[in-house]
């Protein structure tokens, strides 16, 4: 039987992964590829709807990719690749582009949020169009499931409306794709804000733990990690949101119960559970550290790796392509 289709991809806007892209995308990534045909994307062109100083965006392209790899990603296993190395993805942004409403890109909540924050000037046509590219990156490949952070669950819905009028207009094309969005459990947030999800882009370092930074930094942001004045190690997201997120941690990179670890604290304080939750992750991430800046020590043969996965999904992206522009009735080279 062959295995049904999974895409998803991350952007390469920072030098580093944080533990929420880790816990919550590449752990899930890493056990779905076991059960699907994946495709896993650093989506270079939707960066780029952000300034980019070039030379910094080369660097983060080939730092996402390998933090990827690291974190059990297999090349061999996934397709594993780069947007912009395959064409196709821009080809058919542009036609899916002609297919959408401009109110209909509007109203979609991230691109009002983002273009309120940057304003009128720093707002491009690029940025509308994020979600239309988005929607030619699940559609190239007949994808049918995408797991996702429930923020991108309206550009999914996109996604599915456009293949839906594609299709009725000119002839079953594209495959309708499921969100498969992540459990609440998967939820990361902000050590210093409990109530702000960890993110790339917070002001703030001090709350942010990066995959790719010394292991004893991070260990210092747990100590330091804001909690209550309960002392009790209990989960309740509610009452002590400090706690229950890096309850939430330890679990996720234990692979243990949350209940279990709280009958292991009981009735200690939170420098011993910090302390604990500190070993955990240093022996968690130190070989994936290790490994991702192994890879960045031989870009020539990340780089080979990546230009061989990027042979596959082209190969896929370019039939449906192909079939696009038949049906709209493009005439086509000979
Ligand atoms: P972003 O870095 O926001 O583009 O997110 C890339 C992927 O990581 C998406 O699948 C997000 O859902 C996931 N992700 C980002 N931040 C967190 C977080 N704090 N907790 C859980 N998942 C996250
Ligand atoms: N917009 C997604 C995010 O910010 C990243 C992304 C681009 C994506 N293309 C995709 C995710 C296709 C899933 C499928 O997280």
Do not use: C
């Not at 933090?67 to 542009?94: C, D, F, M, N, R």
């Not at 239309?132 to 049918?144: G, N, S």
């Not at 009790?232 to 890096?246: C, F, H, I, Q, T």
Request: aromatic share 8%; net charge negative.
């Amino acid at each position: 039987m062959t295995k049904a289709r999974l895409y998803s991809g991350m952007q390469p806007s920072a030098d580093s992964l944080q533990i929420g892209n880790y816990i919550g995308a590449l752990m899930q990534w890493r056990d779905l590829q076991e059960s699907y045909d994946a495709f896993f994307s650093v989506v270079d062109l939707h960066a780029i709807t952000q300034p980019n100083d070039p030379s910094e965006l080369r660097e983060k392209t080939r730092r996402t990719a390998a933090q990827y790899i690291a974190a059990g990603i297999e090349p061999a296993k996934s397709t594993l690749y780069v947007q912009s190395h395959v064409s196709a993805h821009a080809e058919l942004a542009w036609i899916l582009g002609t297919l959408t409403g401009f109110g209909e890109a509007g109203r979609m909540t991230q691109f009002k949020d983002k273009s309120q924050r940057y304003g009128q000037d720093a707002t491009s046509v690029g940025l509308f169009t994020y979600p239309v590219l988005m929607a030619a990156d699940i559609l190239l490949y007949q994808t049918a499931v995408v797991p996702v952070g429930d923020d991108q669950k309206q550009h999914i819905e996109l996604t599915r409306v456009l293949a839906e009028r594609f299709n009725s207009r000119f002839g079953d094309t594209f495959r309708v794709p499921m969100p498969v969005i992540q459990q609440d459990t998967a939820r990361i947030y902000d050590l210093q804000n409990p109530l702000a999800k960890m993110s790339k882009s917070a002001e703030s370092d001090a709350g942010v733990l990066w995959l790719l930074d010394d292991p004893s930094a991070s260990a210092k942001k747990i100590m330091r990690a804001v909690t209550d004045s309960e002392g009790s190690v209990r989960y309740d997201r509610e009452a002590k949101p400090g706690v229950s997120n890096l309850l939430v941690i330890y679990a996720a990179l234990s692979g243990r119960q949350i209940p279990a670890i709280e009958d292991e604290y009981a009735g200690r304080g939170y420098g011993d559970f910090k302390k604990g939750l500190a070993e955990v992750l240093v022996s968690e991430f130190e070989p994936v550290r290790a490994r991702a800046l192994e890879l960045l020590d031989d870009p020539a043969e990340l780089d080979r790796v990546l230009g061989a996965n990027a042979d596959h999904a082209a190969e896929v992206a370019e039939t449906t392509l192909s079939d696009v522009y038949d049906r709209m009735g493009l005439l086509r080279r000979r």
